[in-house]
Every structure is written in C-alpha cells, then in structure tokens.
C-alpha cells in the first residue's frame, strides 16, 4: 500500500471565500458564489488563454470596440464567458463590461434576491494576447442601489470606495487570483495538476517603498512638465533612496500592477495632450485595482484626489492614474503639486 504524507494544508480559493463568509455571521452567502463564480470563469478563460496558439480562437476579429481599438478573438470570448457566468449565478442583477457600450440587466430569477452588480474588464492588456505576454481581468463588486426590476444606470456609477469586493486574475507565467472584500488581499496561484486556485500569497501588503516605475515613456512629449519630471526624479543616482529605479513596463495593466504590489513600485498613466483623461477606465480599471492597493496598504490618485472618491459621470469614463507604493505615490503628488500646468493639460 502506497501511504502519501500530506506535507501542508492547501486552501483553496472556495474554501478561503467560505471560511470568510463565515468570519461575518450575518452574511448570507451570495457574495461568496459570486466570488466563486469568478473563479469559475477564470479557469476556463485560462484553459483557453493557454492554447490561444494552438487553436483557431487567437487573432483578431476584425471588428473594433467601443473606443475604436481592435478587438481580439479571446476579448469576445472571456466577455461572453464571464457575462454567462454572472448571470446564471442569480445573485448579479447585472454588468457593465468594458466591451460592452451598456450595462447589461439580468433576468430576474425565482427566489434569488440579485443584490450584486459587477464592473468587469474581461481581457485587459489585449494588445499582448498574440504575443504570449501577460493578460488578465479585472472586476469590482458593488451593492446595487436599485430595488427590484431591472438595474439602472446609476447601479453602476458609485464610487469606488463603495465596492464590497474586487479582483484580478492574471494569466502569467502562472494564473493567479487576488482579490479582496477590503479587510486583505489574499492570491491563489492556480494548480492545474488539481484545478484549484491555491492560497500562495495571504495577505498581501504592498512595501511602503519600492524601486520600479512603470509608465510608457514613449509619450513623455505629451505628458505635462511635472510627470516628466517625477520620470527624471526616478531616473537619478542616489543612493539614499536606491534610486535609480527600475523602468518595468509589460503594456497590461494587471501585470504592472501585480509586479509592483508583491515588490513595491508605483504605475503612472497621466493625462497626455489630446487626452486629458489619460486612457484607463475609471470603472474597469482603476477603481478595482485601487480598491486592492487601499486594502494593501498602498495608494492611488489621478493627481488631485483619491481614485475611490471619483463620482462616476458615465460608464466609460477614463482616469489618469498614480497607483502603488504610497511613498512614491505621495512623491510623485509632491512633483504634480508643484505645478499648476498638470491642471489644464489636453485642453
Ligand atoms: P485594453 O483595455 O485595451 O487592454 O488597454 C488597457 C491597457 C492596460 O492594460 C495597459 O496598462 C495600457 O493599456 C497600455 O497602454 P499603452 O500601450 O498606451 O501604454
Ligand atoms: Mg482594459
């Protein structure tokens, strides 16, 4: 007879969520089968981000989306994926994706009280798919507001500091899942010898300083005078604060991100002449990630304020964005500060 020690308990990611659910004795449940669906989805979006060369979904569709940007073949299917999913869970009332132009309203189902709506960037980081380069998703969780009947728009236009849960999912050199409900942000490094999300990184805290910065400097022509100067500021010797820092730029924002929360760094996407708003969308991106860093310990602003504290005007709505470590956040406000062009740029 083989005997096999067991070496360590593994959590898993359901049974994480289910021993949280149960450190809050009112909670009724529907939350962590959202979660749990997540999770769902993730593992099929990963089988298939891990074949994208082998079968005919990679490539482009040849259609655009919303914002005029190209649209990949794995994009439309991780939107329709994931979209499936929360509706059959019965507890979402409804989406709003950044693939889609309008939010999605769930059928209501029997019995289910549907107190959940979800923002969801399903595939970020899409200009990397073809390229074997990190991918990922993003999603935040909020109460709706409305009460019965179909959702509404202004479900989906809350601030982020009122989102009860956010993740990401990144489809690296191994898949993990991080997500939090704002007490701590806890990965789950998938293992697909068992096709389970793993506990690898309990309780994540993002170093209060860090040595990366990530920001695609091909635009410094269009950045206002003090980013670039923050840029420099980063790009000099001294050796006090161990700089120079290291430039790390994967061109997925879930990567940047992840990178710079287990190591320390700071991710900037600034206004830029021509677009004021920078790129990254406030509901999709922004505030999911923000909602993490908070958690984490770190921070993030569009230069003026909190990120959380943004009052959304539309779904689509874009953000400049300072994020990570919360010192060099707090230095690189000390440089936008400083100068009073960064308010008028792009107009
Ligand atoms: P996407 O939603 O179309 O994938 O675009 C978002 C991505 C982010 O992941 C990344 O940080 C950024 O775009 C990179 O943009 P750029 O190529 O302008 O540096
Ligand atoms: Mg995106």
């Known amino acids: 007879m083989i005997h096999h020690t067991i070496k360590h308990k593994v959590t898993t990611l359901g049974g994480f969520i289910l021993e949280e659910q149960r450190a809050y004795p009112w909670a009724t449940g529907e939350?962590?089968?959202?979660l749990r669906d997540m999770g769902f989805s993730a593992?099929?979006?990963?089988r298939d981000v891990n074949k994208a060369g082998l079968v005919d979904i990679l490539?482009?569709?040849g259609d655009n989306n919303i914002y005029g940007e190209e649209v990949k073949k794995l994009d439309i299917f991780a939107n329709k994926q994931f979209l499936y999913s929360l509706q059959n869970n019965g507890e979402c009332a409804g989406a709003a994706s950044e693939e889609n132009d309008d939010f999605i309203s769930f059928p209501s189902q029997p019995k289910s009280s549907q107190k959940?709506?979800?923002c969801i960037d399903p595939l970020d980081g899409s200009s990397n798919i073809d390229v074997n380069v990190s991918i990922g998703t993003i999603f935040g969780i909020y109460q709706r507001i409305s009460r019965g009947g179909p959702c509404v728009e202004s479900d989906f236009l809350q601030p982020g500091n009122k989102l009860v849960a956010a993740g990401y999912i990144i489809y690296g050199s191994s898949t993990m899942?991080?997500?939090?409900?704002g007490q701590s942000v806890n990965g789950f490094t998938y293992d697909p010898t068992i096709g389970e999300f793993c506990l690898s990184h309990p309780d994540i805290k993002i170093p209060r300083q860090g040595t990366i910065y990530s920001v695609n400097e091909s635009y410094k022509y269009k950045y206002a005078q003090a980013v670039n100067d923050f840029i420099e500021y980063c790009k000099q010797i001294d050796k006090e604060t161990g700089r120079p820092y290291s430039s790390r730029y994967v061109g997925s924002m879930v990567a940047d991100f992840h990178r710079n929360l287990i190591k320390g760094g700071i991710f900037l996407y600034p206004a830029m002449k021509g677009h004021p708003h920078g790129k990254l969308r406030l509901l999709f991106e922004c505030n999911p990630l923000s909602f993490i860093v908070e958690t984490a310990g770190g921070k993030a602003t569009n230069g003026k304020e909190r990120i959380l504290d943004l009052v959304p005007e539309k779904l689509h709505q874009r953000t400049p964005i300072y994020i990570g470590s919360e010192d060099m956040v707090n230095k690189a406000m000390e440089f936008l500060n400083a100068k009073?062009?960064?308010a008028t740029i792009g107009t």
């Open 340 to 342: 009073e062009e960064i």
């Open 59 to 61: 490539g482009a569709t």
């Open 177 to 181: 899942f991080v997500y939090t409900t």
């Open 31 to 34: 939350l962590s089968g959202l």
């Open 43 to 46: 593992k099929i979006i990963n």
């Open 116 to 118: 959940y709506v979800v």
